[in-house]
């Protein structure tokens, strides 16, 4: 019963933001799709750290490897816009593999620092590449390198609907892949891991697979939103591969609920319009972000959604 | 420049690095040894300390001596206050959850720095070191102040070693953080303990900001890589050893100073920072931790 | 939206170091601070709204102030004098936190909710390359104060236009003669290695070349860096000039290490002015820059031969003699970049009044009209100095400064013609559809 509440309730989520299209201002029709985008990252973090329990301060490197695997060809290469999503997406599971053979050698903080300073080189390393990346200053992608022939149909990624379809469209995706990863076995191992991995070892598991898969799932989903952020927004720079990106969406996740599917997406939303409104009514607004987010953490501290599971609704995933 | 009076430079360096690195660190490894918790605004009582170094040099009014001893006993108690009262009014009341912290945290960092943006201004203002001495060698001059730093650091260090192994308070803290639970049931306050090591942690650190500011002069923004690297100090250093946290110190300003004469300055940050992280994988528990409870 | 919010916030008040002190002891102050300004100008009828991409937090947030100070300054002049075919300007401002994504969504906020005529005053070259794709999307035209060789280059789009302020490359293209003939053939460059950096580094070794001097070595410092001692022993000892670049919180302690490492031997200076901009040229530490050069876009400390223009446009900013804040000798100004704001909006309405300019309609019209600008007279409209605009390019040359530090005050030593700046363009944006 519950199964068939939480996928009712995630397709309403999609109707709901499908019809937004038709209905939203043109300025908050743009923050949507930006905000899908960022969405998908947070998705992609908090499957590993919501579900495995793996604290990762490092994941704006497999944002940003998704953003220069997609945006490098294309500015270097003339490669089309599908064509180095792909390679966006690759570029990320490379990388999350790589990282994974490493990091899981560690647990717990360990874990969290040695995903930092992974990403801490990898930051470094697209500034010491600037004569290829324009490091720090970034680029923008050309126009016409955005606009797409998919069998004769031409789609416009700077046309503000098709890439709020795309967005969408990617959003669906990673939501509806989060759901089904975390409610299958896979998905419980990892919910296991989180609780107690000695015990998930000794029942059989073999928890160093299971948790390589997870970062690799993870790593591939934010660079999949990394390579679309650079297709769809045309630009990429160095900040996106900074600690600060690692850190939000953590943040994001712990807002709206890190074990949920459908928060990490809300609190994205949610950290946007708060930074967006406040900053519109004080040039001081980064304190009163401050103040909500410890108000909302008083009274949320599990996360909104996380904290609504535990309340009033059981069935949510 | 030869090499020999290359490396001394950069050792020289190194261990600048490193005493400042230590003390801030050594302040993080208290909170996050005995509370468990990850504090992202530790940086920002970092950067609080330099913020009140200026003022205390502001309202020395002009004598570089009295100004810096003024900062180095107001600075902190004003640090130390701020963070109290934060642990009282937040994250107690979060029961220190892990989770939560970080982002009661986050929020603390984002108050933090807005308030020193809006009273404190977008400026980087330097603060007078208490005395200008330029050590001359034959190679290169050397600042005499930077020497002092290293000393003062040393002794801090040494002061902080003896409060936590020889006194009650040390011992209190000590039995907090090996096992809470019988810690409390033998009668010793933790709640009162946790507030107090939250405290201590950000004096420390504005103890070191007080110390680097008239190296590196007060901006609102200084608390980011003193943060992330002091995080890295105590994980590679191993949770709760101070002789751990004042070696991974050692061997990341070192490293970083040698490592800095063979390579580019960005490739060069990229090897030092790759190397220690490899020291990690490798060393999970880190260099003198034991394996994680 | 309403039009009109309360006056009172601080940032519409100057922080000054005693408000500082002040405020440091009152952190409950804080709290209860109400909005700020958003918008300026007289309020009647349909005014022109620029929007103003500022830096309010940030690394950038020190130019930040002074940008918006300047541009306000501007804009009540503009206003006084009737506006802009006959209709008031109204600024409109966003912060972007010196930040390229925030940036983004930062010129489609002003373009598409707040309906803003143009978007403009953006300093830091990587939120320029971060936003030009929105501005270019949304067709919205994007003036840009940044100095960056970005605009120019041709890789950003039709809609971005620098033609207040002079780029990088024209800068180190003008001044490498006078550095080449009068410092020094053998020189070292110390710069951020980052999008800044990047414009010295790429066209300061051609330009010295061409006077037959050589760059010995470029250090490359990584933007994180505070601390720089173990990078000097990589100057080569035959350097004879030192060139430095450094922007951000560190600049003080670069200057001063390089003053402990050296003593008073060591190879002449050579700097950009924005390593030191906001920033007390006579603070300590920083003795050892006496008697070394700078460039300036436009100087800081008033000097003897100031034109009229000149000195209405620092009575109207309201700064003094020593380039800081009328109200605060302490609050140092960002001289050499800011007046780029002033020029920015004066170019704004010249183009405007050039091409009958109505409504958000007429935006492409607006870039056509300041495409087809050519000379800029000096005077109260561009008190820099005269400029020629290159419309294919959609980039600004102009004079620059080159000033001695004496007696804790720069002073012009050298002023560079117009043509020692000029390059082969690149890139011709009127061949693009708008």
């Known amino acids: 019963m519950s199964g068939a509440k939480a996928i009712s309730l995630h397709v309403a989520v999609i109707i709901l933001l499908f019809a937004l299209n038709f209905l939203l201002p043109e300025y908050h029709h743009g923050v949507l799709a930006r905000v899908m985008v960022f969405a998908v990252f947070a998705m992609g973090y908090a499957l590993l750290f919501g579900y495995a329990g793996l604290l990762s301060l490092g994941h704006s490197m497999f944002f940003a490897a998704g953003m220069y695997g997609a945006a490098l060809p294309v500015l270097h290469l003339g490669w089309s816009a599908p064509l180095a999503f792909v390679a966006g997406i690759a570029a990320g599971t490379a990388l999350s593999l790589l990282i994974a053979l490493l990091a899981l050698r560690t647990t717990g903080v360990a874990f969290m620092i040695v995903t930092m300073m992974f990403a801490q080189v990898f930051y470094l390393a697209i500034i010491y590449f600037s004569p290829w990346t324009r490091g720090d200053e970034g680029f923008a992608l050309d126009r016409q390198a955005r606009i797409v022939d998919l069998g004769g149909n031409l789609v416009d990624l700077t046309n503000p609907t098709a890439r709020y379809m795309i967005a969408l469209l990617l959003f669906t995706i990673a939501l509806f892949t989060m759901l089904r990863v975390v409610t299958s076995p896979f998905g419980r191992v990892l919910v296991a891991i989180r609780e107690n991995e000695e015990r998930t070892r000794m029942l059989g598991y073999n928890t160093f697979a299971n948790k390589l898969v997870a970062v690799v799932v993870s790593g591939t989903v934010c660079a999949a939103a990394g390579a679309a952020y650079a297709l769809l927004f045309g630009f990429a720079g160095a900040g996106f591969a900074s600690v600060q990106y690692s850190i939000l969406p953590l943040l994001w996740s712990l807002l709206g609920g890190a074990a949920t599917t459908l928060g990490p997406a809300l609190g994205a939303l949610f950290m946007y319009y708060l930074v967006d409104i406040t900053s519109g009514y004080t040039s001081a ?3 009163f972000v401050g103040i909500l987010l410890m108000l909302l953490v008083l009274f949320f501290p599990k996360g909104i959604l996380g904290t609504a599971r535990d309340r009033w609704a059981r069935w949510l995933p | 420049m030869s090499f020999g009076p290359h490396l001394l430079l950069a050792c020289l360096e190194g261990l600048v690095t490193a005493a400042v690195l230590s003390l801030t660190a050594l302040g993080l490894s208290l ?14 009582f970092f950067m609080l300390g330099a913020v009140l170094a200026w003022w205390a040099a502001s309202l020395a009014g002009g004598d570089p001596v009295i100004g810096f001893l003024l900062a180095l006993v107001i600075s902190p108690l004003i640090v130390g206050a701020i963070a109290l009262l934060s642990e009282r009014l937040v994250l107690r009341r979060l029961h220190y959850n892990p989770e939560a912290t970080i982002v009661a945290t986050i929020g603390l960092l984002y108050i933090l720095q807005q308030a020193a943006l809006s009273l404190y201004g977008p400026e980087a203002r330097p603060v007078p070191a208490p005395f200008n001495v330029r050590i001359v060698l034959p190679w290169f001059g050397y600042s005499g102040y930077k020497l002092f730093v290293i000393a003062a650091s040393a002794s801090l260090l040494v002061a902080t070693w003896l409060v936590l192994t020889r006194t009650r308070i040390g011992l209190v803290m000590r039995a907090t953080q090996y096992d809470r639970e019988t810690a409390q049931a033998f009668g010793i306050p933790v709640d009162r303990v946790y507030g ?52 991974a110190a050692l061997l990341i300003g070192l490293s970083d100073g040698v490592i800095s004469m063979f390579f580019s300055p960005t490739l060069a940050k990229m090897i030092a920072t790759l190397a220690v992280a490899l020291v990690l994988v490798f060393r999970p528990q880190g260099l003198f931790g034991t394996a994680q409870r | 939206m309403s039009n009109t919010r309360d006056k009172a916030g601080f940032a519409n008040s100057r922080i000054s170091r005693r408000t500082a002190i002040k405020g440091l002891g009152a952190v409950a102050a804080l709290g209860t601070a109400p909005g700020y300004v958003r918008y300026a100008g007289a309020q009647t009828s349909e005014p022109i709204r620029i929007g103003f991409q500022a830096h309010k937090t940030g690394i950038g947030a020190a130019y930040g102030r002074w940008y918006e100070k300047t541009t ?22 966003e912060d972007d936190g010196t930040d390229p994504a925030r940036g983004a969504e930062v010129v489609a906020k002003l373009a598409t909710q707040h309906k803003c005529d143009l978007v403009y005053g953006t300093l830091f070259s990587h939120v320029v390359t971060g936003s030009a794709p929105v501005a270019g999307e949304l ?61 010295h580094r790429d066209y300061l070794p051609p330009a010295l070349k061409a006077q037959g001097a050589e760059v010995l070595a470029q250090i490359a410092i990584p933007p994180t860096e505070t601390s720089f001692t173990k990078y000097l022993p990589q100057i080569p000892s035959d350097t004879e000039v030192l060139y430095h670049v450094m922007v951000g919180p560190a600049v003080l302690t670069f200057v001063k290490e390089l003053g402990e490492f050296y003593g008073s031997s060591g190879p002449q200076l050579f700097g950009f002015i924005d390593s030191l901009e906001a920033v007390d040229i006579n603070s300590p530490g920083l003795e050892f820059l006496d008697g070394s050069h700078f460039w300036e876009g436009s100087p800081r400390y008033a000097q003897e031969n100031d034109s009229d223009a000149q000195k209405a446009y620092r009575a109207a900013v309201g700064i003094d003699d020593n380039g800081a804040s009328l109200q605060d000798p302490k609050d140092i100004s960002t001289a050499a970049h800011m007046f780029g704001c002033w020029e920015t909006l004066y170019v704004i309405k010249q183009a405007m009044e050039a091409c009958d300019y109505k409504s958000t309609d007429d935006r492409a019209k607006l870039v056509e009209a300041t495409e087809a600008m050519t000379e800029m007279k000096e005077g109260p409209e561009h008190p820099q100095g005269d400029k020629i605009f290159n419309g294919k390019i959609h980039q600004a040359f102009g004079h620059q400064n080159i ?14 013609s ?10 011709d944006y009127t061949t693009t559809p708008l």
């Open chain 3, 72 to 93: 306000m300054a501007a804009v009540k002049l503009i206003n006084d004098a009737g506006g802009i075919n006959g209709r008031p300007v109204e600024i409109i401002t």
């Open chain 1, 285 to 287: 607004y980064l304190l």
């Open chain 3, 418 to 427: 117009i043509e020692d700046g000029q390059y082969e363009p690149q890139a």
């Open chain 3, 139 to 199: 067709k919205v035209p994007y003036f840009v104060v940044s100095e960056g060789y970005h605009v120019a280059s041709g890789k950003l789009n039709r809609w971005c236009l620098q033609p207040g302020i002079t780029d990088v490359r024209s800068q180190v293209t003008s001044v490498a003669p006078w550095m080449a003939g009068n410092l020094g053939k053998k020189v070292t460059m110390i710069f951020p290695d980052y999008a800044f950096g990047y414009d």
């Open chain 3, 403 to 416: 000033s001695k530090l004496e007696g804790g005050k720069l002073k012009v030593v050298h002023r560079t």
């Open chain 2, 31 to 44: 909170v996050f040894g005995v509370m468990r918790i990850v504090n992202v605004a530790h940086g920002e």
């Open chain 2, 196 to 247: 107090g090591v939250f405290a201590l942690g950000a004096m420390l650190a504005a103890v070191a900001a007080v110390l680097i500011v008239p190296i590196q002069q007060a901006h609102y923004l200084m608390g980011r890589d003193p943060l992330l690297l002091s995080f890295i100090v105590v994980i590679i250093g191993g949770l709760g050893s101070l002789r751990g946290t004042l070696i």
